[in-house]
T-cell receptor, first 111, second 113 residues
Framework: DAGVTQSPTHLIKTRGQQVTLRCSPI?????VSWYQQVLGQGPQFIFQYYEKEERGRGNFPDRFSARQFPNYSSELNVNALLLGDSALYLCASSLDRYGYTFGSGTRLTVV | AQSVTQPDIHITVSEGASLELRCNYSYGATPYLFWYVQSPGQGLQLLLK??????LVQGIKGFEAEFKRSQSSFNLRKPSVHWSDAAEYFCAVGVINNNDMRFGAGTRLTVKP
């Protein structure tokens, strides 16, 4: 079985731009969570979606949004990028609570 | 508020020596606890998790962890470290009302030959 897949693996954006990150969960997993990991720190929770509904939200500004599709894949959108948004963005999936099987992440660099 | 503390930022052990990584949590109820490992530039791999039951949990790669409610701890152990265990290790606690996980800052493990 394929694990959690994320795309793209790396990207570079300019301040003020918008970015969309994608995640495909493990087959059968209905929950997807998003985390931001700044270099040298532990991951910070951004969102959790289950059955296309938001079930949890971390302490991030409204520039961050997400959605989950009928096939349980998910997108994370970040608007008006700041230099401080540079990080590894991790997606995790699970059957229910606590998405805890992680993908390899998307490395976002904002310049 | 729920939180996780990993007191050791960096630990160095010799190959073949035993290992213990410390994790302390702050949580009002019985926590869900996790240990993850992360190699440079990679995602997180789940080593083991504790939800309930036996307080000694066995994980992958020969790791185990013990939940001690009285000490609010969930320390990770391995009897004999291999060079391939060098990585960053994260402890996390599950937060029930928001379905998120709070991670510690991580402990970087270096293995000497």
């Amino acid at each position: 079985d394929a694990g959690v897949t994320q795309s793209p693996t790396h990207l570079i954006k300019t301040r003020g731009q918008q970015v969309t990150l994608r995640c495909s969960p493990i087959s059968g997993h209905k929950s997807v969570s998003w985390y931001q990991q700044v270099l040298g720190q532990g991951p910070q929770f951004i969102f959790q979606y289950y059955e296309k509904e938001e079930r949890g939200r971390g302490n991030f500004p409204d520039r961050f949004s997400a959605r989950q599709f009928p096939n349980y894949s998910s997108e994370l959108n970040v608007n008006a990028l700041l230099l401080g948004d540079s990080a590894l963005y991790l997606c995790a999936s699970s059957l229910d609570r606590y998405g805890y099987t992680f993908g390899s992440g998307t490395r976002l660099t904002v310049v | 508020a729920q939180s996780v503390t990993q007191p050791d930022i960096h630990i160095t052990v010799s190959e073949g020596a035993s290992l213990e990584l410390r994790c302390n949590y702050s949580y009002g109820a019985t926590p869900y606890l996790f240990w993850y490992v992360q190699s440079p530039g990679q995602g997180l791999q789940l080593l083991l998790k504790y939800f309930s039951g036996d307080t000694l949990v066995q994980g992958i790669k020969g790791f185990e962890a013990e939940f001690k409610r009285s000490q609010s701890s969930f320390n990770l152990r391995k009897p004999s470290v291999h060079w391939s265990d060098a990585a960053e290790y994260f402890c996390a606690v599950g937060v029930i009302n928001n379905n998120d996980m709070r991670f510690g800052a991580g402990t970087r493990l270096t293995v000497k030959p």
